[in-house]
């Protein structure tokens, strides 16, 4: 790795390699995603920050948010708030025998639960990152039964109009059972939110003339999206279809 400038960079590298909670370059975004759908009060994960060489955030749940800690490394030593330790082990024994974090806002939070970097995926869709406290098992088999509520996906699709039947593009997320859909990327507050548990298909769709279309059939109607290649199409339909299929083996 080459995040470090001093003499020390082999020895942070490899202090760094050893920690199973050390998630790299995850962004604050994704890293709140995980813990919110994955974790627990108390999960966290060791990530790398924006602020340079040396920088690092350590991302906590603490029930219903994720808290932001800045974790610096300087002259062979790890800096956090008004406390110094030599390395990352020290840093956790202390927090081990004076658990509580304190944030801006006050709120106390207690490190529980390292969240590992390393998580089995199901092989169904090697570019969707379907995050699961399971530790073996390669198939979407093998999924723990709350697993629909890890999956998440999110991007650009194009949606025909439900009167006019034009075509307009909006950003879809997925996560848990909800697929929702945006004017754009910017906006805060969805145009819709469909549930997938009343959803009883989703498959390639042919009927329209365009291509990597796909269909979401619900009983009141059925939805048209088209995606920028039939990858992304293939992703959606196979992240929507294990979810309808959890949701069935649930009921």
Known sequence: MSFYSDASNDDLSDELETLG????????????????????????????????????????????????????????????????????HDFLRHFANQPLLGSDAGTLMVLKSPYPWRVEEPSIYESVRVHTAIQTGRTKDDLVPTAPSLGTKEGYLVKQGAFVRSWKQRWFTLHRYELKYFKDKMCEEPIRTLDLRSCTAVQFDYSQDKVNCFCLVFPERTFYLCAKSGVEADEWIKILQWKLSQIRKGR
């Open 21 to 88: 909670w050390y998630h790299y370059d995850l962004s604050r975004h994704a890293a709140e995603a995980l813990l919110m759908s994955n974790g627990v009060d108390g999960s966290y994960l060791l990530r790398n920050s924006n602020n340079g060489p040396g920088c690092f955030a350590l991302s906590v749940r603490a029930k219903d948010s994720v808290k932001h800690f800045h974790v610096t490394r300087r002259d062979n030593v790890y800096r956090f708030g008004f406390n110094e330790f030599p390395n990352l």
